[in-house]
């Protein structure tokens, strides 16, 4: 895979917590920014976002042309005694990332989106009782014309459905699939560049 320049710099830049930069051998950034065609200029949403990893980098591959607005649920709004993104802005500032608090089922992005992920947080929509019906079809309102819905997650054996959600944080893909494209997506593409040869999937 053929990372572009402006993914590459985001990966490798200064404006990152130490903390983050230490995860990117496992969780391959580039790569997976690469594979949901992050361009410079995009406006993206982060569904169920934490504590920024994925909306920094995207917010320096997008560049002052692009905004990114990570979603935070109240619920993370209390678990973490205030909102992580505008924490995180203190210490490394990004002038395109605007953190947006709501449901998962209504994020409330304020503008229409060119790319909107949701990153090792699919499953935690399960056993926090998310109406994922409603949830994905706000996410295509949401998305502009052509808009990539990224989907990202922990899979689970076939046939598992929903059942691993809480107790192994893992969800079934063939099942995942199957509830996006109820909400009027198209699958497009997928990948297994994360894929771990010596996963049992247990």
Known sequence: MQIPTHIQQAVKSNN???????????????????????ASGD?????????????????????????????????????WKGDPIE????????????????EMESPNFPVKLDKILIIMTYHDSVWTNVNRDKMNRSIFKALSSGGIYGILDHHSKSGRGIDDCHSIHRIEKEFVVDEVL?????????????ENPDDNLT
């Open 16 to 38: 990152r917590p130490t903390g983050d930069k230490e995860r990117d051998r496992l969780r391959k950034p580039a790569e997976v920014l690469t594979f949901f065609q992050i």
């Open 87 to 102: 924490k995180r802005l203190k210490r490394f500032p990004q002038t395109n990332m605007h953190s947006v608090i709501g």
């Open 182 to 194: 109820k909400a009027g997506f198209d699958l497009e593409d997928e990948s297994d560049l994360l």
């Open 43 to 79: 406006k993206v949403g982060e569904l169920n976002a934490g504590r920024g990893y994925v909306s920094g980098i995207v917010a320096e591959a997008v560049g002052v042309d692009g905004l990114v607005y990570p979603h935070i649920s109240p619920l993370s709004v209390e678990r």
